[in-house]
């Protein structure tokens, strides 16, 4: 193929890395990266549908396509993801002038299935139902990349989830539990250290579940073969005498890849409250690249509402793992997701939550009004839903609990020296530099000299507001090493 392409991501770190994924394979197939979607000969819109505007936003996009295809017929136009999985043959319906509808379980057929489409002559859908276990090379990570930036990686260790969240699409769209095997993650990473990535982002919907699946399997599989073991399940497990202990891997895990060469920060989304283990939180605590930042999803404070949540643990228990994850790991910083007007929430159930989430001093949240999701156990519960204004007015006062102690959070930063990890310029004012600390804060500081997106500095946190610190630079502590991607001028 030639031309250039496009892809549009909506939603989740999942979704981002199967675009990078998308975008890696149509580049190996000889198409280059545009930036304009009006120009572009290849748009893909890689869907969410987890929440519902994300829904009514994809077919706003999709809306603005036609009127582009109507001009220049030969654009073409694929939607993958999850709302492609859910809605297969719908997207097709509403939206004909889509030429390639394909789900979350064939990112690697991405360039094949618009082949298809051209020798066609017209759309193409493509939902698998579930992933081949067997089959590595479907595992998005093994397929080629084009990063969005140089310095920094996304890697999937597990796709699906088994849990039932009653609020949730996932399991819906992405199927059960399949964990990669650890050699291959090692790999990926190791790949990717070579190639100047310094941060990696471990992925998966239950990260703290990872590898038991693939314990259950080695268990089973009778032909005993030492080396694949190692392969499949690390080497601990590798040694394991006889039989193989069924077990998550996780922590295993994070002390293997945070020890790969060349990898400075590790971090990974999403721990599962009800499984986060004492192992985890020790090999957060003594990996020096494990980063200080925990992401754990809270949902409500309510009991009641855990409970019809399906999410297998109390406010108290949670307050518990958390108190556990503090007093194990120094300096910790914790965000954390939670839905508002969850149906049947009452004032008390909502007031509980705002007392949870104070106790918990989160250092972020993402707050979500629940959106009833078609296929979802909670979304049955239609006379119980929760009216817009008031779920609103729960939301504010939610939104206000959390600024209180992420602003506590930053300030308590202040006058320190923090590690940095440079993105950029900043937006607002060019003539700073934007990045993150190791805890995941954003930080705007003065640079002093020239600084390349990618480097390490240290600053100095001079002050600091809800949502970032402001600083200045003390010193350099690494350049980037990933090969940067220069842009042909078109003058
Ligand atoms: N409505 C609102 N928020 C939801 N989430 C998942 N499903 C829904 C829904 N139906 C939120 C959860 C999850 C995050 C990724 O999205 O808080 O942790
Ligand atoms: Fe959804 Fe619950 Fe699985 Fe998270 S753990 S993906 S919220 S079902």
């Known amino acids: 193929m030639s031309g250039t392409y496009v892809v549009r991501t909506f939603g989740c770190q999942m979704n981002e890395h199967d675009s990078e994924r998308i975008a890696g394979l149509l580049e190996a197939d000889g198409l280059e990266a545009g930036d304009d979607v009006e120009t572009a000969d290849v748009v893909v819109l890689n869907t969410c549908c987890i929440r519902e505007n994300a829904d009514n936003r994809l077919y706003g996009t999709l809306g603005h396509l036609k009127s582009l295809k109507d001009r220049r017929p030969e654009l073409e136009i694929v939607v993958a993801g999850c709302l492609a999985q859910k809605d297969r043959e719908v997207i097709a319906e509403r939206a004909p002038h889509v030429d390639v509808v394909m789900g979350t379980h064939n990112v690697h057929r991405a360039v094949e299935l618009l082949h298809e489409r051209r020798t066609a002559g017209r759309p193409v859908v493509e939902i698998l139902s579930e992933t081949v276990a067997e089959d590595h090379e479907l595992f998005p990570s093994a397929l080629p990349v084009v990063r969005q930036v140089g310095y920094a990686g996304w890697v999937t260790i597990q796709m699906g989830c088994d849990n039932s969240c009653a609020f949730c699409i996932v399991p819906a769209v992405r199927g059960p539990e399949i964990s990669r095997p650890f050699g291959d993650i090692v790999d990926e990473v190791t790949r990717a250290a070579l190639d100047g990535v310094t941060e990696v982002t471990l992925l998966g919907q239950n990260v703290n579940s990872y590898g038991r699946d693939l314990t259950v399997r080695a268990r089973h599989d009778s032909s005993d073969r030492a080396v694949d073991r190692g392969f499949l399940l690390g080497p601990e497990a590798a040694s394991d005498d006889d039989r193989v202990r069924v077990r998550p891997l996780f922590a295993e895990l994070l002390r293997a890849v945070g020890s790969v060469p060349g990898i400075r920060r590790v971090r990974y989304t999403s721990p599962h409250p009800k499984d986060l283990r004492p192992e985890t939180i020790a090999a957060m605590a003594e990996v020096p ?53 969850f149906p049947g929430e009452t004032e008390a159930d909502a007031e509980a939550t705002l007392e949870v989430a104070a106790e918990a001093r989160f250092d972020g949240a993402f707050t979500f009004v629940y959106s009833p999701r078609p296929g979802t156990e909670a979304a049955e519960r239609a006379d119980e839903f929760v009216r817009r204004e008031v779920a609103a007015a729960r939301m504010e006062r939610l939104r206000s609990v959390v600024e209180r102690s992420s602003r506590l959070g930053n300030l308590s930063r202040v006058g320190r020296t923090e590690e940095v990890l440079v993105e950029g310029p900043s937006r607002k004012d060019a003539s700073r530099l934007t990045g993150r600390t190791r805890q995941n804060r954003l930080v705007h500081f003065d640079p002093a000299g020239p600084v390349r997106p990618g480097s390490y500095v240290t600053v100095e946190v001079t002050d600091a507001t809800t949502t970032h610190l402001r600083g200045r630079m003390v010193d350099l502590v690494a350049g980037p090493s990933h090969r940067v991607r220069i842009p042909v001028a078109a003058e």
Do not use: F, K
């Open 289 to 341: 690249s494990v980063c200080e930042h925990l992401h754990l999803p809270l949902q409500s404070g309510s009991d009641p509402i855990l409970a019809a949540m399906h999410r297998g643990y109390t406010a108290e228990r949670y307050l518990e793992r958390l108190a556990a994850a503090r007093a194990g790991i120094e300096d910790l910083a914790v965000t954390t997701d939670i839905i508002v007007g």
